[in-house]
């Protein structure tokens, strides 16, 4: 497709367990970037990539989570051991590169809600 | 004090009347200003993008930067109902790991009333 799309895009999961979130990028677009939007919270940075290599990783909240990126396309983003306060929206974006003048252009997220 | 502020509202209009959405920012660093529209459910859409100070036209939409002050605006002329979503804004900085991060306000819900 012509857009960032992303899978599932709803999860409901049991406290305890594992979950994994897919991001499909827009084709030809080396630069991806995970981030989570929880309500009133604004969005939050979590991970980018560039090709399949991530040299920022500073925004995973914890070591529970953790992402990578195959063919410089797809990428999954893994939350183990999942909490409650994980529920929230994550979001995908994806850019042409990593320059500063090149606008990140978002999928329709995956909602998370752990019981 | 937070990077971006942005007033959360809700903002509510009637249909038609013009609409102005701010952000005031702390970091000078900043050189790229975004707007994005989103819908309930649905991911952040690109609206406007500048680069530095200045004004940027685009039909109905007018983003406006003004660094000295760090602060930006998005103007919506002849609001319609269609319009109603949450409009973020965002700016670009550099973040020491490679790559140039974007800072998010948290956001302002903005509702047309026909």
């Known amino acids: 497709g012509a857009g960032v799309s992303q899978s599932p895009s709803n999860k409901v999961t049991e406290k305890g367990k594992d979950v994994e979130l897919r991001c499909d990028p827009i084709s030809g677009h080396t630069a991806l970037y995970w981030y989570r939007q929880s309500l009133g919270q604004g969005l939050e940075f979590l991970i980018y990539f560039q090709g399949n290599s991530a040299p920022d990783k500073s925004g995973l909240p914890s070591d529970r989570f953790s992402a990578e990126r195959t063919g410089g396309s797809v990428s999954t983003l893994t939350i183990q051991r999942t909490q409650q306060e994980d529920s929230a929206v994550y979001l995908c974006a994806s850019s042409p590169g990593i320059r500063e003048s090149q606008p990140q252009h978002f999928g329709d997220g995956t909602r998370l809600s752990i019981l | ?114």
């Not at chain 2, 790229?32 to 530095?52: D, H, N």
């Open chain 2, 1 to 114: 004090q937070k990077e971006v502020e942005q007033d959360p509202g809700p903002l509510s209009v009637p249909e038609g009347a013009i609409v102005s959405l701010n952000c005031t920012y702390s970091n000078s660093a900043f050189q790229y200003f975004m707007w994005y529209r989103q819908y309930s459910r649905k991911g952040p859409e690109l609206l406007m993008y500048t680069y530095s100070s200045g004004n940027k036209e685009d039909g109905r939409f007018t983003a406006q930067v003004d660094k000295s002050s760090k602060y930006i605006s998005l103007f919506i002329r002849d609001s319609q109902p269609s319009d109603s979503a949450t409009y973020l804004c965002a700016m670009s900085g550099y973040s020491g790991a490679g790559s140039y991060q974007l800072t998010f306000g948290k956001g302002t819900k903005l509702s047309v009333i026909p």
